[in-house]
């Protein structure tokens, strides 16, 4: 009977804190205060007061077991009066503090290592699946109010930089910040520096868009900017941010279809001109081949075995409807990338590894935005040892992607 109550409480004091009565409350903050006390300092408190403490904590609980209010605040008083002013009874606000903030900080670190891992997607490599970071040019900044509304439901920021003297662009430079964001500085002959929450390729684009890079013989060059001419007035989007679920591949093989997340080690992403997504260090993409697929591009489909791939999540990219690429699945040219993976006519056979190799079973990514992606078809397969697991779920905006991700 006692085990029953004791879960039945244990249900309602943790899952209804809100409700549970004030008088329970302090029962267990003075329970809790008094069992640390006794155990920390147990050699100095003398046998005959500890024992006393343990008939109090043992009354005090009893009470709290069977819902015995009167009995409860008696000790509870008891406890504040006799033990309260003992050296040491009541630790100081900043050691508490400090103690829950480590307790909460492992806690993160280890449900993030071993079970669930944020993270942020910056490039429009899985674009319409998946939002990297866009950028939309506005004639006005709005009010505060809709910029807050804006914040929270499209995890949008808005930039409105303006060019105080003429001077021009002389570097542009990706940069992390807080673990999940990324954003860009912008560096000027003047020595000044405007930051951009977005990718350089993102904001490289906007430059092209509105004149301020100009293409000569050489290669592009910055346009300079006037005094009082603006650098950028946009509404920033965020990427989707995503859940990975880094304990499914330990029970279950990954499936080709779905959209995972890998780390880029033993992975050369320095061969395309997509410099924007090749700083990364990791990558989330959709898993297009599995160890023993044997795999082509005869675009717009993918071909595994000589046969187009019968994948829902692969099919509606080879089908190049709206809002998907019309051309689907584009295979690499040798001319453009000299070390490039499935090239036109050619086909690539994934390892599945052997007994002195275990984790060396291959898998191919490929972006369903197949023209502005940095995957497989320019570095090669995945290794197993890169896999982190699947992406399930887009935690925030609250978009049309927010939910379950296919």
């Not at 509105?210 to 060059?221: A, M």
């Not at 989007?237 to 029970?251: E, K, P």
């Not at 040219?333 to 984790?359: F, N, Q």
């Not at 935690?395 to 379950?404: A, M, Q, R, S, V």
Request: glycine content about 8%; aromatic content about 12%.
């Amino acid at each position: 009977m006692r085990w029953i109550l004791r879960i039945g409480n244990a249900v309602i004091d943790t899952c209804l804190a809100w409700f549970t009565p004030g008088w329970r409350r302090r029962g267990h903050e003075a329970a809790g205060l008094l069992s640390r006390y006794v155990h920390y300092y147990a050699p100095r408190i003398g046998e005959e007061k500890a024992k006393g403490m343990d008939e109090t904590l043992h009354e005090l609980r009893e009470g709290l077991l069977y819902w015995r209010r009167a009995e409860v605040e008696k000790y509870v008083k008891k406890v504040q009066e006799e033990y309260g002013p003992e050296p040491g009874f009541r630790r100081p606000a900043t050691v508490e503090f400090l103690e829950s903030l480590f307790v909460i900080t492992v806690v993160f670190l280890g449900i993030r290592t071993y079970f669930v891992q944020p993270f942020r997607i910056p490039t429009n490599s899985m674009w319409p699946s998946l939002n990297g970071i866009v950028v939309h040019p506005v004639d006005e900044v709005p009010g505060m109010a809709k910029r807050l509304w804006d914040a929270v439901t499209l995890g949008s920021s808005y930039v409105d930089e303006k060019a105080e003297t003429e001077k021009q662009i002389v570097g542009i430079r990706d940069e992390r910040y807080l673990l999940l964001f990324t954003r860009t500085i912008l560096s000027f002959n003047d020595g000044s520096e405007v930051s951009i929450p977005a990718a350089s390729g993102t904001v490289l684009q906007y430059l092209r868009e509105t004149g301020k890079i100009s293409n000569t013989p050489y290669g592009g060059r910055f346009v300079p900017y006037r005094a009082g001419e603006t650098i950028m007035r946009a509404r920033v989007d965020a990427g989707d941010m995503v859940l990975v679920n880094r304990m499914a591949y330990h029970f279950r093989k990954p499936r080709r279809g779905e959209t995972f997340v890998f780390d880029t080690r033993g992975i050369n992403t320095n061969l395309s001109s997509l410099k924007e997504q090749s700083q990364g260090t990791h990558y989330i993409k959709r898993l297009c081949g599995l160890p023993g697929d044997t795999l082509g591009i005869s675009s717009p489909h993918l071909l595994v075995d000589g046969a187009p791939a019968r994948e829902w999540q692969i099919e509606r990219v080879s089908a190049g409807k709206p809002p998907y690429n019309p051309r689907g699945y584009v295979a690499l040219s040798k001319y453009s990338v000299p070390m490039a993976y499935l090239t036109a006519g050619e086909e690539i056979k994934l390892s599945r590894a052997d007994e002195k190799h275990p984790h060396l079973k291959e898998y191919f990514a490929l972006g369903d935005n197949t023209e502005n992606s940095l995957d497989s078809r320019y570095w090669g397969p995945v290794r197993q040892f890169n896999l982190l697991g699947p992406a399930s779920w887009t935690l925030w905006p609250f978009t049309k992607h927010w939910g379950n991700i296919d």
